[in-house]
């Protein structure tokens, strides 16, 4: 059964940084695609960042230059640095994975596999 859990969620003032975490397990986080997604209220859900077993990347137009997406294989971890944060980064935030090893559509198309969310809240 595969389980994602995220923390490192919290609120932060505009400019401020934070750090998402998702652990896997079930999972193994080198094998495949996983990503971050988040949902503001009243929102659609929006891909957020990507990463691939080969560690290629992608990353909505709105976080690119501000957010980094990495994992570490060792302790099957999925990360999301968040720089430069603006209030309207808050939202909700997913750690999201895949059967596949692709992660082409993932922004798009969302993935197999879902944790229970973070929040994250940006005041101005």
């Known amino acids: 059964q595969v389980q994602l859990v995220e923390s490192g969620g919290g609120s932060v003032q505009s400019g401020g940084s934070l750090r998402l975490s998702c652990a896997a397990s079930?999972?193994?986080?080198?094998?495949?695609?996983m990503g971050w997604f988040r949902q503001a209220p009243g929102k659609e859900r929006e891909g957020v960042a990507g990463?691939?077993?080969?560690?290629?990347?992608i990353y909505a137009e709105s976080v690119k230059g501000r957010f980094t997406i990495s994992k570490d294989n060792a302790k099957n971890t999925l990360y999301l640095q968040m720089n430069s944060l603006k209030p309207e980064d808050t939202a909700m935030y997913y750690c999201?994975?895949?059967?596949?090893?692709?992660?082409?559509?993932?922004?798009?198309?969302?993935?197999?596999?879902w944790g229970q969310g973070t929040q994250v809240t940006v005041s101005s």
């Open positions: 079930g999972y193994t986080v080198s094998n495949s695609c």
């Open positions: 990463m691939d077993l080969n560690g290629n990347t």
């Open positions: 999201a994975a895949r059967e596949a090893a692709s992660c082409s559509g993932l922004l798009a198309f969302g993935a197999d596999y």
